[in-house]
């Protein structure tokens, strides 16, 4: 069975961060569902509010005593307001951030459940085409300098070693029917 990592329950969010969450939403929370996966230690939940509508909640929290540090997700709240116009309706809406008590919130957009994985041929498909349609829209854009330019050749290396490896026709089978394309493209 996986492990879940620690996280908070609703009733642990300090007051004043639950008031003020309620605040920015204009509306007060009915249930609060923790979510868990993701690429930090956060807070994070999914909220239903009392006029019907949904939010999500992601915070970086002051640690338990004895615990690790929260990763901070100020990180994360700078590339969501600078890239906005660029992610448009690829990425959740930010509702609005704050911090109170140690807590650093976001209020963003609840786009529902995780539905992958699993993966299948249709969800990769979709996937990999909107992924080209974004990359695609920001083609000759001038993106914010603080954006690393060269992240994506760590990605790089593992395509690189597994064409040199022998096994990429392996890869290639994962194509189906276009397998013999797959190498080319």
């Not at 990592?5 to 961060?17: D, H, N, T």
């Not at 060269?150 to 392996?170: I, K, M, P």
Request: overall charge positive.
């Amino acid at each position: 069975m996986p492990i879940r990592e620690q996280k908070p329950a609703w009733s642990a969010v300090p007051a004043a961060v639950r008031a003020e969450t309620e605040r920015r939403l204009r509306s007060r929370v009915v249930r609060a569902t923790r979510a868990y996966g993701g690429y930090a230690a956060s807070a994070t939940f999914r909220l239903v509010l009392a006029n019907g509508r949904r939010a999500f909640f992601k915070a970086g929290y002051p640690p338990p005593p004895g615990s690790a540090a929260i990763f901070p997700i100020d990180r994360e709240e700078k590339r969501y307001l600078a890239l906005s116009g660029f992610m448009g309706r690829w990425a959740p809406r930010l509702y609005g951030s704050f911090h109170l008590e140690r807590w650093h919130v976001l209020l963003m957009e609840d786009v529902g459940p995780a539905t992958i994985p699993p993966w299948t041929a249709d969800k990769a498909r979709r996937a990999s085409r909107s992924y080209a349609r974004f990359h695609r829209s920001t083609m000759g854009a001038r993106l914010p300098a603080f954006l690393p330019r060269d992240d994506h050749h760590e990605f790089a290396v593992f395509w690189r070693t597994l064409a040199q490896s022998g096994d990429l026709a392996g890869t290639a089978s994962l194509a189906g029917r276009r397998a013999a394309l797959a190498p080319r493209t």
